[in-house]
Each structure stands twice: as structure tokens, then as C-alpha cells.
């Protein structure tokens, strides 16, 4: 009866901690939600623009150089979400011409996650700022892959030097040096951009609600299919990459978790701007999203 009650005393207390962390993301997203559905004006285009050229950078430099992991095990982690990305690339392509899909709508939108909007608060809910500082790294290489590769996809287009052009991109790298060397900026300089990079993830999740409010999603018999798929392939690629890479517990657990988010809302705006079927992509997005409300949870609770 004593071990009975014990294991129902863990179980309780498993989902309230994956509630504890999941919950904020999903509440903010859903303010995001209700905002539009109550005709308020939001521009996601500015705030857009406001998050990914000062708030997220920002927030990648602090957490950065404020972190207390070791260069070399950010190293490891970077290597091991390469080869993850590469790993869900050739298994995505894979499903979309078994599916005998149309390339340019579906492959980047089931490659790519939403590691910005979703993946940088739960690593931050689950493993305070060692997992933040394991997740920008891998927000920032998807960020990388996505706006070379990912646009190329899309439009036949793209280049390596627009994505090194983004602000994202020279933060993780200043904040990577700053780590390697040591230094710190003047506390002021720090606290001020402490203050904007706080800004980014309740920014980003309100985002994600007021998007997918405004989404039309389309064959969305297909788009839960392939969000299943893409959620089965990306836990299990992140499994083997972890276990190849032998990541210690946290970034183990942030590599799993980032790759394995739900497609992002900046595939359904890529699609849109380039011609491609924009409607089936908003599909995937809601889809994947909705998806996600179960599926990172227990996938939480087996991580934290």
C-alpha cells in the first residue's frame, strides 16, 4: 500500500511539473489567440521584426555569456544537432517522395521546428539557464540552416551570406566568443540587455497565437498524418544523435526537445511570399501545433 501510494505521489507530482512548465507557453500563446479572435489589432510583421532583430539577439548574447557550461560541451551539442538536421533532412525527403509530395510546399515546413517560439521557453521552463544556453545554440544553427537551405527550398533561392547577415546569427557568435575568452560586458551594458532580451519569449509566444488565429489551413487530414510522422522522426533522430554524441543529461534532453517542435509559423509566411502551396502549409502549422499541447508534455516527462 506504502509503494502503491508512493508511485501515485510521483505521478502526481510528474504532471504537475510538466504542467508547471508547458502551461505558460500554451496560456501566452493562447492570449496571443484570443487577442485577434477579438478584433485587436496586432502587427505580427513589426513584432516580428522587433523579436528576431533586437530582443532574440539580445537574449542569445546574455544567456551566452552569462552561461556557466563548458565551450567544449557547447561544441558537442552544436556537431550533434548538425548531424540531427541533417539526419531529419534525408528522412523527410524520403517521406515527401515516397508521398510523392510537392517539394517546395512540404519538405522545409517537416525539416524545420519552431525552436524560436516554443523550443528557447521550455528549455528555459524545464532547465532554467543551462538549457537556454544549450537551446540558442541550436536555435541559431536551425536559424542558420533554415534561411540558406530552408529558403533555396522554397524559392530555388538563397544564400549563406543573407543568413550571416541576420542579427540572431552575429550574437551567437559574439556570445560564443565572449564565453570561449571569459569576458563580460559592464554591468550596465548587461542589465539593459538583459531587459530586451526579455522581452523576446512572451513576445514570440503571443506571436504563435495571433499566427495560427489567422491561419486557413488546408487538407488537414494529410497535415495531421505528416505532423505524427514528423514528431516520431524528430524524437527518434534526437535520441540517436544524443546517444551518439553521448550528450550529458540537459543537453541531451534540449537537443531531443528542439528538434522535435512543431513546424514553424515562418514556414507558412516563407510559403506564402515564394508561391508555394501556402494553404497545405498553414495545415502542417496548425496541425503540428495542436499536436504539440500532447506531444511536448510527454515528451517532458520523460526528460525532466
Not at 539580445?58 to 565551450?71: A, E, G, H
Not at 560564443?176 to 540587455?193: C, D, E, K, Y
Not at 544524443?242 to 550528450?247: A, E, N
Request: hydrophobic share 60%; aromatic share 10%; with cysteine.
Amino acid at each position: 500500500m506504502g509503494i502503491g501510494q508512493n508511485k501515485r505521489k510521483q505521478s502526481v507530482n510528474l504532471v504537475l511539473t510538466v504542467l508547471e512548465i508547458v502551461a505558460p507557453v500554451f496560456l501566452l500563446a493562447a492570449i496571443g489567440f484570443t487577442w485577434v479572435k477579438l478584433g485587436f489589432e496586432y502587427r505580427v510583421q513589426f513584432v516580428t521584426r522587433l523579436a528576431m532583430t533586437l530582443s532574440v539577439p539580445c537574449l542569445i548574447f546574455v544567456s551566452l555569456m552569462k552561461t556557466k557550461i563548458d565551450p567544449a560541451s557547447l561544441t558537442t551539442v552544436s556537431l550533434a544537432a548538425i548531424a540531427a538536421y541533417g539526419a531529419v533532412t534525408l528522412l523527410m525527403w524520403l517521406l515527401v517522395r515516397i508521398g510523392r509530395l510537392d517539394r517546395r510546399s512540404y519538405l522545409a515546413p517537416l525539416i524545420f521546428g519552431n525552436t524560436g517560439n516554443l523550443g528557447l521557453p521550455l528549455a528555459l521552463f524545464a532547465f532554467q539557464d543551462e538549457g537556454l544556453g544549450y537551446a540558442v545554440v541550436i536555435f541559431a544553427i536551425m536559424a542558420i540552416y533554415s534561411f540558406t537551405f530552408g529558403i533555396w527550398l522554397v524559392s530555388g533561392g538563397g544564400s549563406i551570406w543573407k543568413a550571416l547577415k541576420e542579427p540572431l546569427v552575429g550574437a551567437t557568435l559574439l556570445g560564443a566568443l565572449f564565453l570561449g575568452m571569459g569576458w563580460h560586458t559592464p554591468v550596465f551594458v548587461t542589465n539593459t540587455l538583459g531587459l530586451i532580451g526579455q522581452m523576446a519569449i512572451p513576445l514570440m509566444l503571443i506571436t504563435l497565437g495571433v499566427a495560427v488565429a489567422r491561419l486557413e489551413p488546408g487538407r488537414m487530414t494529410r497535415a495531421v498524418w505528416l505532423s505524427i510522422a514528423k514528431a516520431v522522426v524528430c524524437v527518434g533522430v534526437g535520441v540517436g544523435m544524443g546517444l551518439l554524441f553521448k550528450l550529458a543529461p540537459v543537453p541531451f534532453a534540449i537537443l531531443i526537445l528542439q528538434v522535435s517542435t512543431p513546424v514553424a509559423v515562418t514556414s507558412y509566411l516563407l510559403a506564402e511570399k515564394y508561391g508555394a502551396d501556402s494553404d497545405a502549409v498553414a495545415g502542417l502549422v496548425v496541425a503540428s501545433t495542436l499536436l504539440s499541447v500532447f506531444s511536448l508534455p510527454l515528451i517532458l516527462a520523460f526528460l525532466v
